[in-house]
């Protein structure tokens, strides 16, 4: 079975316990990468006493799917519309605005977001999950695709010999941008406009898998994102990064990733503050400093919000 023969198919449920039933046609998500468990699951030990040693075996409880997607970050290709993989967004918890011809804001929400039900087709073979949550992360590296990387958790559904569906439609799908002084006019952390050469940030989901009496299921117990930068080292009257750290000073993240209209990507953090101690490294012979952030909120589920225009 070949790995490059693979489909990603997503459609919001109506309500927990009720799964979807993605088509080609209307629900894939053009994905870079796919890695479907085939069952995750915890195993408790059978400790038996018969006057003899032995392994007296064990069960498999708890069991669940988890699948791991990697697509590269883009716009839909026209302003104001949603781009193809909002559906993994929204996922994330995420509230979703249409701005007409203008722009598509993701923002984080507390509650209510939908569970999904996802079919992972891998040449003849589904992987599905329902009842799913996500959660991603996402990076622009100097001279790379930038790049979305979602972990979804759902309830675990027997594979099933399945032929890999045809007509799938892959619209609101803008060729991504390569990472770059060109590609990314803006890219700022403190009003700081750093050199560049690797950026994360993590949405931070904590999932968590129950199976219970009277209740099996993902639950997102709580946000925590953070971020991670390497960039060079400049003056102290530019930035003074250890003094940032010291204070655990509050400052905003600015990123405008790609050009022209449809094509854009932009990610405001309102609050960062330096949650570990920044170290220093070399690349190709110049001084970086690698920093770790956490993103917190100022008035509430706005820690971060990703516009597509």
């Known amino acids: ?120 087709y891998l040449d003849g073979l589904r992987f599905s999950l329902e009842d799913a949550k996500f959660t991603s992360s996402f990076e622009l590296n100097a001279k790379q695709i930038p790049v979305m990387k979602v972990t979804a958790i759902g309830k675990y559904v027997a594979m099933t010999d399945t032929a890999l569906p045809g007509g799938a439609v892959f619209t609101n799908t803008a060729d991504p941008q390569p990472v770059g002084k060109v590609n990314t ?9 750093v050199k560049l050469t690797s ?32 960039f060079e080292l400049g003056a102290v009257a530019s930035k003074n990064w250890p003094e940032i750290r010291r204070l655990s000073t509050s400052g905003a993240l600015a990123i405008v990733h790609g050009v022209g209209a449809g094509k854009i990507v932009q990610i405001d953090a309102p609050a960062m503050v330096m949650n570990a101690d920044p170290t220093l490294s070399e690349d190709q012979g110049i001084t970086m400093v690698n920093t770790s952030w956490d993103l917190r909120p100022s008035s509430g589920n706005d820690e971060f919000v990703f516009t597509f225009k």
């Open 1 to 120: 079975m070949l790995m490059r023969n693979m489909l990603l198919l997503a459609v919001a449920q109506g309500a927990f316990g009720t799964p979807g039933t993605p088509v080609a046609g209307t629900h894939a998500i053009q994905c870079r990468a796919l890695a479907p468990s085939p069952i995750n699951a915890e195993t408790v030990k059978r400790t038996l006493l018969k006057g003899y040693k032995g392994n007296f075996g064990s069960f498999a409880v708890g069991e669940y799917r988890q699948l791991e997607i990697e697509i590269e970050l883009g716009s839909s290709g026209a302003a104001g519309t949603a781009p193809r993989f909002a559906p993994l967004l929204i996922g994330c918890g995420a509230a979703e605005t249409i701005s007409a011809g203008v722009s598509a804001a993701y923002q984080p929400v507390n509650s209510g977001e939908p569970y999904y039900t996802l079919y992972c």
């Open 185 to 193: 006019p803006t890219f700022t952390i403190h009003g700081e406009a």
């Open 199 to 230: 950026f994360s940030l993590d949405w931070g989901n904590q999932l968590v898998w129950r199976d219970m009496p009277n209740f099996q299921g993902v639950v997102c117990n709580d946000r925590m994102p953070t971020a991670r930068a390497v």
